[in-house]
């Protein structure tokens, strides 16, 4: 498949996929954008691209970044309860006996007996979607894990997986964090990372692929508060994603039914976006109870219940876990940014992204390539490259540049034009409001944090 069916082959399965009535226009135009503007690639694109894997380009990794360095901030940076952990991708396969995945990480799979393909058969009803055949197999299940082998030879005690969620490295560290930690109870443990699902029908753009990054806490509770924090995180999760721009009417939290509830949960509430083919999860929040506790504990053979000095006695914490897709939720900040303004001459595209989640922060534009002009605007790059990412461009009419810089969300531009030489001052120029202000380049780093508020 070539890189362009890989982008129309994207684009038609919003469109088919579109099952709320509304136009696949936006994801198109967004799915574009990624692409012309260096945001997010087709992978291997020089060999025809491989189906549902996406490379993050110049932006696109600045941006993704930005979106991880929020959620670490708000989740560890700013309290004194939650802790960090980074831990392997490949793992034991007693991990995942334990926490239940060998046996239940599965989706329904069925084939047309006509065509061949293969889907997921809780989503096609007794229909083939590729032909229409009523030709199907029974379903079976098909466990979504990467099997794989770690050594040079293949044999069952080889035998590894890599993760298909982050949660499980921080239920076998819970002893290593808690005893160099010294927490008590409440607490959390963090972490973001890339996780491995090998689903049956990727698909939408970065919404579903079969490698993604992860960003999940375990907040662990004594059992009888767990109804408190559960609504606590819920609450606390969904009016993150409000304070970095996403709209009210794009979100909802959707409590699960309790059919839908994981075999570990309780209890389970999803924050969702309304993205053009309708709602869909951004994150999960879920009562786990203390099952990963006390499961690995019985598989292990180690006690991982928690001492408790108040009460002097052990017991397992029960866990509160909020689940994000860092992917995930960068479309999502991506597409409700996303619009097109009618202004008096002609149109503009426009990203507007939060400053914090902006890919560039600054953009510096000389109004010419003649020197000393470039000079003067490289000495403003190189100061305010001190404290953000900064684009310098030259090329190109001062009107095609501000288009440019509109269409990736930088905030502001600076533009060093020839009365800058006499006066010490620049132009100013807001990406929202596009009111321009002239000020002098003696303060302009300090004139810049007030703009963008940090």
Same mark, same amino acid.
């Given at each position: 498949?070539?890189?362009?069916?890989?982008?129309?082959?994207?684009?038609?399965? @919003?469109?088919?996929?579109?099952?709320?009535?509304?136009?696949?226009?936006?994801?198109?135009s !967004? !799915? @574009?954008?990624?692409?012309?503007?260096?945001?997010i690639?087709?992978?291997?694109?020089?060999? =025809?691209?491989?189906r549902?894997?996406?490379?993050y380009?110049?932006?696109?990794?600045?941006?993704?970044?930005?979106?991880?360095?929020?959620?670490?901030?708000?989740? !560890?940076?700013?309290?004194? %309860?939650?802790?960090?952990?980074?831990?392997?991708?490949l793992?034991?396969?007693?991990?995942?006996e334990?926490?239940?995945?060998?046996?239940?990480?599965? %989706?329904?799979?069925?084939d047309?007996?006509?065509?061949? +393909?293969?889907?997921?058969?809780?989503?096609?009803?007794?229909?083939?979607?590729?032909?229409?055949?009523?030709?199907?197999?029974a379903?079976?299940?098909? @466990?979504?894990?990467?099997?794989?082998?770690? =050594?040079p *030879?293949?044999?069952?005690s080889t035998?590894?997986? /890599?993760?298909?969620?982050?949660?499980?490295?921080?239920?076998?560290?819970?002893?290593?964090?808690?005893n #160099?930690?010294?927490?008590?109870?409440?607490?959390?443990?963090?972490?973001? =990372?890339?996780?491995?699902?090998?689903e049956?029908?990727?698909?939408?753009?970065?919404?579903? #692929? &079969?490698?993604? +990054?992860?960003?999940?806490?375990?907040?662990?509770?004594?059992?009888?508060?767990?109804?408190?924090?559960?609504?606590?995180w819920?609450?606390?999760?969904?009016n993150?994603?409000?304070?970095?721009?996403?709209?009210?009417?794009m979100l909802?939290?959707?409590?699960? !039914?309790?059919?839908?509830?994981?075999?570990?949960?309780?209890? #389970?509430?999803?924050?969702?976006?309304k993205?053009?083919?309708g709602?869909? +999860?951004?994150e999960?929040?879920?009562? &786990?109870? %203390?099952?990963?506790?006390?499961?690995?504990?019985?598989?292990?053979?180690? %006690?991982? &219940?928690?001492?408790?000095?108040?009460k002097?006695?052990?017991?397992?914490p029960?866990?509160?876990?909020?689940?994000?897709?860092?992917?995930?939720?960068?479309m999502?900040?991506?597409?409700?940014?996303?619009?097109?303004?009618?202004?008096e001459?002609?149109?503009?595209?426009?990203?507007k992204l939060?400053?914090?989640?902006a890919p560039?922060?600054?953009?510096?534009?000389?109004?010419?390539?003649?020197?000393?002009?470039?000079?003067?605007?490289?000495t403003?790059?190189?100061?305010?490259?001190e404290?953000?990412? *900064?684009?310098?461009?030259?090329?190109?009419?001062?009107?095609?540049?501000?288009?440019?810089?509109?269409?990736? =969300?930088?905030?502001?531009?600076?533009?060093?034009?020839f009365d800058?030489?006499?006066d010490? /001052?620049v132009?100013?120029?807001d990406?929202?409001?596009?009111?321009?202000?002239?000020?002098?380049?003696?303060?302009?780093?300090?004139?810049?944090?007030?703009?963008?508020?940090?």
């Amino acid at each position: 498949m070539t890189a362009e069916n890989e982008l129309k082959d994207t684009q038609e399965n @919003n469109s088919e996929e579109d099952n709320s009535g509304g136009t696949s226009g936006l994801m198109d135009s !967004v !799915v @574009n954008l990624c692409k012309r503007r260096g945001f997010i690639f087709p992978s291997a694109e020089i060999y =025809g691209g491989f189906r549902s894997t996406y490379d993050y380009g110049p932006l696109g990794v600045l941006m993704l970044q930005n979106v991880k360095n929020l959620w670490w901030r708000s989740m !560890v940076q700013s309290r004194d %309860d939650i802790v960090g952990l980074d831990c392997a991708i490949l793992s034991s396969p007693r991990i995942w006996e334990a926490s239940g995945h060998l046996k239940t990480f599965t %989706d329904p799979l069925v084939d047309c007996k006509s065509c061949h +393909e293969r889907f997921r058969a809780d989503q096609i009803g007794s229909v083939c979607p590729n032909c229409g055949s009523l030709e199907l197999t029974a379903a079976r299940d098909f @466990n979504l894990m990467f099997k794989t082998h770690a =050594g040079p *030879v293949e044999s069952d005690s080889t035998v590894a997986y /890599m993760r298909p969620e982050t949660a499980q490295g921080m239920f076998v560290n819970f002893l290593n964090v808690l005893n #160099t930690s010294r927490k008590k109870l409440p607490f959390g443990i963090a972490q973001i =990372g890339k996780s491995f699902r090998n689903e049956i029908t990727p698909g939408n753009f970065v919404f579903r #692929t &079969r490698e993604f +990054e992860q960003m999940e806490m375990e907040y662990f509770v004594e059992p009888e508060t767990a109804g408190h924090y559960f609504d606590y995180w819920v609450d606390r999760r969904y009016n993150w994603y409000l304070d970095f721009g996403i709209p009210e009417d794009m979100l909802r939290i959707r409590p699960h !039914v309790k059919e839908e509830l994981s075999h570990y949960s309780t209890q #389970t509430s999803d924050i969702e976006f309304k993205f053009p083919w309708g709602f869909g +999860e951004l994150e999960g929040i879920a009562n &786990r109870t %203390d099952y990963d506790l006390k499961a690995h504990s019985e598989f292990s053979g180690i %006690d991982l &219940r928690y001492f408790d000095p108040f009460k002097n006695e052990r017991y397992f914490p029960y866990v509160i876990e909020p689940a994000a897709g860092a992917t995930r939720t960068m479309m999502a900040f991506l597409l409700s940014a996303y619009s097109v303004e009618e202004l008096e001459q002609d149109s503009r595209i426009l990203l507007k992204l939060h400053p914090r989640l902006a890919p560039i922060k600054v953009a510096v534009l000389p109004l010419s390539k003649k020197q000393p002009l470039v000079d003067l605007a490289k000495t403003v790059t190189k100061e305010l490259t001190e404290c953000y990412m *900064v684009d310098y461009d030259e090329s190109q009419s001062i009107g095609k540049r501000y288009r440019r810089q509109d269409e990736i =969300g930088t905030p502001l531009c600076v533009t060093i034009d020839f009365d800058s030489l006499d006066d010490n /001052m620049v132009t100013i120029r807001d990406r929202d409001t596009l009111e321009q202000q002239r000020v002098k380049i003696d303060g302009i780093l300090d004139e810049i944090k007030i703009r963008l508020g940090f």
